[in-house]
């Protein structure tokens, strides 16, 4: 197959194409002259608002606008709370007297005022007729002491008085192993005889086991000094009648060698064992 039967004549193919577009773009071209040939247009009716969209970024802060004119003022709020108590001002001036009320009805009579001072005394009024006796009244109080009055003369002796003692009738003994004092008075035939137990500390010497003590009583007992508190026939330590007055000491350290002593005398002349018995007998 050649070439020439496979490509068109590009001056027919070119003839074609435009006849194609022509026919294509007519009704176009009329449409457009229809347009162009519309009366000039009106301003129409504005359509439904469409949906908002996303709100944008924030812009920058511009400058301050303008200060506007004061507005009316609004219609009066309601009363607010009360404030605090405010300093207190100044004393202002005295106000000027007032009209004078009418006269009010007398209160009631009020209490009796203080007693006043005495007054003067008043001049002397007539004598008064002499009244009838009265009832006799009651005894006074006693009055007070009268001064001393002058010595009296003497009064007669009265009659004789009892002998008195002197140190001569005066006698003390002791007794209970001078526990008690014996207080002894004797003026003819009386006598006044008075007993004083004392718990006085009297040194019993060594206790002693059956012996009774006394209140005052002390005794040695293992070395040691002891104050009896009551009667007790206990030992000193046992119960609570005996006090310890004197502990005992420790013992002192070994005095030193006294210095050699004389010579004792001469003593008697022995027995001959060889001229005696043996029960003792001299031959």
Avoid at 82 to 97: A, E, S, V, Y
Avoid at 206 to 233: I, M, R
């Amino acid at each position: 197959m050649s070439t020439s039967t496979l490509l068109p004549d590009p001056r027919a193919f070119a003839d074609q194409l435009t006849a194609r577009m022509r026919g294509a773009i007519a009704p176009v071209a009329a449409r457009l002259e229809r347009i162009e040939a519309l009366p000039p247009a009106r301003d129409g009716r504005d359509g439904l608002s469409g949906v908002q969209g996303p709100a944008g970024e924030k812009g920058e802060r511009g400058d301050p606008g303008p200060m506007g004119t004061a507005g009316s003022d609004g219609p009066e709020g309601a009363m607010g709370l009360m404030g605090p108590i405010g300093l207190t001002g100044d004393k202002g001036d005295p106000g000027r007297d007032g009209i004078d009320g009418v006269d009010g009805a007398p209160g009631p009579q009020g209490p009796a005022g203080e007693k006043g001072e005495k007054g003067e005394k008043g001049d002397a009024g007539e004598p008064g007729p002499a009244g009838s006796d009265g009832a006799d009244g009651a005894t006074g109080a006693q009055g007070p002491e009268g001064e001393k009055g002058e010595k009296g003369d003497a009064g007669e002796p009265g009659p004789a008085g009892s002998d008195g003692y002197t140190l001569d009738h005066f006698n003390v003994e002791l007794a209970a192993g001078g526990r008690v004092l014996i207080l002894t008075l004797t003026s003819g035939d009386r006598v006044q005889r008075r007993e004083l137990r004392t718990a006085l500390m009297i040194y019993r010497g060594v206790f002693k086991p059956g012996d009774s003590y006394e209140q005052g009583d002390t005794v040695t007992w293992a070395g040691s000094l002891w104050h009896c508190n009551g009667a007790t026939l206990e030992k000193p330590g046992d119960g609570e009648t005996w006090t310890l007055a004197v502990k005992k000491g420790r013992d002192g350290k070994d005095g030193a060698h006294g210095e050699r002593g004389e010579p004792g005398p001469q003593g008697r002349a022995g027995h001959d064992l060889t001229q005696m018995t043996p029960e003792g007998a001299r031959y």
